[in-house]
């Protein structure tokens, strides 16, 4: 299958994007701190997707915060804690940005609804916005076999 990569496109540049990222794992996700000096992205290069941390614009050092497998990493408006969901768990972990990038032990925040459809933490992280289906999934599809052959007999 295909491979992901990371690159970014610096402002004032056009259309030219730049790599970050070119490992032969796949890297996704990436959300850069707020101070812009450290990106978070996903990786399967440890054979399964975690989250890891490293600095930008230039990867030095990857650090992986997660420890179970994890997806969906975003920071808090401080850059001080990173939120990221390990199957229907929500964690948080503590990260310094400088002057060198440190991962503190990630902690369970709470248990995920099981029909969850996606997580986003308010700037503060002191709340989380829930995406949740409602009512029934109403959406079908018929499949009608032989549909010319009523038509044939009209004729």
Do not use: M
């Not at 969906?72 to 390990?86: K, L």
């Not at 929500?90 to 969850?116: N, S």
């Amino acid at each position: 299958g295909r491979l992901y990569d990371i690159g970014y496109l610096p402002h004032g540049e056009g259309q030219k994007t730049r790599p970050y990222l070119a490992t032969p794992s796949n890297e996704t996700s990436a959300v850069i701190s707020p101070d812009g000096r450290v990106v978070a992205y996903t990786s399967d290069a440890s054979g399964r997707q975690e989250i890891y941390v490293d600095t930008f614009p230039e990867p030095t050092a990857a650090r992986r915060v997660s420890t179970d497998g994890a997806t969906g990493a975003s920071w808090r408006a401080d850059g001080r804690e990173i939120y990221f969901t390990s199957g229907r768990t929500l964690y948080a972990c503590d990260v310094k940005t400088q002057p060198a990038i440190e991962v503190g032990k990630p902690r369970v925040l709470f248990e995920l609804p099981k029909e969850i459809r996606g997580v986003a933490s308010a700037p503060d992280g002191d709340k989380f916005l829930l995406l949740l289906p409602v009512g029934e999934n109403t959406s079908s599809l018929t499949v009608v076999h032989n549909w010319a052959a009523p038509l044939e007999k009209h004729e």
